[in-house]
């Protein structure tokens, strides 16, 4: 919780740098350039905008705005299922040999493992 707090701290420090009022040199509200400050910040530093930390704080989610724009997809778990790749092993002299494929040798062999490697855990009770 306190590393959030810090990082978020950084975060806001040119926001609150940035003074009240308005700016007659730039025609702009401060706290519109200390915004943008921290989102250009944020994206260099992190890769994500503030905004993007903000969202992924709220949904638990890693929420990204140029993923959106690449992907199509703004915030995704963090955990995505692991996929695990068909494998099918078999005996040879003196260990177990692992293919892509099933019987690649086409000569009829057993395979070692399937079972094991393929359904889930049993329930422990």
């Given at each position: 919780?306190?590393?959030?707090?810090?990082?978020?701290?950084?975060l806001?420090?040119?926001l609150?740098a940035?003074?009240?009022?308005?700016?007659?040199?730039?025609?702009?509200?401060?706290?519109?350039?200390?915004?943008?400050?921290?989102?250009?910040?944020s994206?260099?530093?992190?890769?994500?905008?503030?905004?993007d930390h903000?969202?992924?704080?709220?949904?638990?989610?890693?929420c990204?705005t140029i993923r959106?724009?690449?992907?199509?997809?703004?915030?995704?778990?963090?955990?995505?299922?692991?996929q695990?790749?068909?494998?099918?092993?078999y005996?040879?002299?003196?260990?177990?040999?692992?293919?892509?494929?099933?019987?690649?040798?086409?000569?009829?062999?057993?395979?070692?493992?399937?079972e094991?490697?393929?359904?889930?855990?049993?329930?422990?009770?």
């Amino acid at each position: 919780m306190g590393s959030r707090i810090n990082r978020l701290a950084v975060l806001l420090l040119p926001l609150l740098a940035a003074a009240c009022g308005y700016d007659m040199t730039t025609g702009q509200y401060p706290i519109t350039s200390g915004l943008m400050q921290v989102e250009v910040v944020s994206l260099v530093a992190t890769g994500k905008t503030a905004t993007d930390h903000v969202a992924s704080l709220a949904t638990g989610k890693d929420c990204s705005t140029i993923r959106a724009k690449d992907e199509g997809q703004f915030c995704v778990s963090r955990n995505p299922p692991i996929q695990r790749p068909d494998v099918y092993c078999y005996r040879t002299l003196g260990q177990v040999s692992c293919y892509r494929e099933p019987d690649p040798y086409g000569d009829g062999a057993q395979a070692v493992g399937v079972e094991a490697y393929n359904r889930q855990p049993a329930p422990t009770r």
